[in-house]
């Protein structure tokens, strides 16, 4: 996992969505997870997340009176674990790989993934899972659709972000136009100069995905930056960092759009789960008010005689 991630993480954020999602999982992903915590019986089980982020899965365990023996957050990024560090039953595992994981054979009870596993080397990943596993285990995981409301938005702001990275004079044009117009004594030929090349590109950059070009943050810094207040000094600061924030989001995007399973690659989890020893118990889509399709869902129990 790259740094990008590890860098989102280091920022507090809670879940992968960051501040769009700031206080946890809602709606039919919360319900999702509460009912299946509330419904376990015995609380002296040993619990994996796999690709925990910053435990938005152990918050919502503990929010439905739910206190495993051990909840282990797994992450292959450098996540940030202050805010669940006094949880004497919640324990993290940065810079851990699920294909390689630090766990006894026959070890855990529940094995539970949010938008995780599928930034894995799925079928390694699924083969340490299997070790892992007692006999009897629950496998629940929630996963990425390659057509949902989730990844399909994202995917238009990542083709746009691609467009604006491209364009390889569009930063340093912001920049000169910030300082030109920052001069007290500046040439107003050589800014107008600036101002239209930089509208050009602008123009071209607007012209289509205009909801990717939103998601992007560009209009939002511009607004920013071309305002008659402000310090030269703190609007190139501005401009630097969104620049590189840009990329890193970038990369996020990438790898989100990568991890997304349509159905047949879905049966082909399913299929391996069952291969592995596992009896499918669930196998859908996760939908908001019925129409708004939020992730692929798939639970399993490891039986009792698959080793």
């Known amino acids: 996992m790259g740094k990008h991630w590890s860098d989102f993480w280091q920022q507090g954020h809670l879940t992968s969505f960051g501040c769009d999602l700031s206080a946890n999982y809602y709606g039919p992903l919360k319900e999702l997870w509460l009912n299946f915590f509330s419904a376990i019986k015995s609380q002296n089980i040993q619990v994996l997340d796999i690709g925990s982020g910053n435990g938005p899965l152990a918050k919502l365990a503990t929010e439905a009176n739910f206190f495993p023996k051990a909840f282990h957050c797994v992450d292959a990024a450098m996540i940030e674990t202050s805010h669940l560090n006094h949880r004497k039953n ?16 026959n070890s855990m009870d529940v094995v539970v ?37 989730i990844v399909e938005p994202n995917s ?20 000169a136009l910030v300082r030109a117009k920052s001069d007290n004594d500046f040439d107003m030929r050589y800014t107008e100069k600036i101002r239209l090349e930089l509208n050009t590109i602008l123009s071209r ?25 402000g ?3 703190v609007k ?19 790898e989100l759009k990568l991890a997304s399973r ?46």
């Open 205 to 229: 950059i607007s012209a289509s995905n205009h909801a990717g070009l939103y998601g992007s943050g560009l209009p939002v810094l511009l607004k920013a930056i071309f305002t008659r207040e």
């Open 113 to 149: 993934s949010q938008f995780g596993i599928e930034y894995s080397d799925i079928q390694k990943a699924l083969l340490e899972i299997n070790r892992v596993c007692k006999p009897r285990a629950i496998v629940k995981f929630v996963i990425h659709s390659t057509h949902s409301s």
């Open 156 to 175: 238009k702001i990542l083709d746009k972000i691609e467009e604006i990275m491209n364009e390889e004079n569009l930063f340093g044009l912001i920049e």
């Open 262 to 307: 349509n159905e047949l690659q879905i049966q082909e989890i399913s299929n391996r789960l069952q291969g592995l020893g596992f009896l499918s118990k669930d196998y859908s889509i996760v939908k908001h008010n019925k129409e708004e399709v939020l992730g692929w869902h798939i639970t399993a129990e490891k039986t009792e005689d698959s080793g």
């Open 231 to 233: 310090v030269v000094e």
């Open 90 to 105: 919640v324990f993290f595992y940065p810079n851990t790989q699920a294909e390689t994981l630090p766990f006894e054979d």
């Open 236 to 254: 190139l600061k501005k401009i630097e960092t969104f620049a590189k924030e840009m990329e890193a989001q970038f990369r996020r995007l990438t």
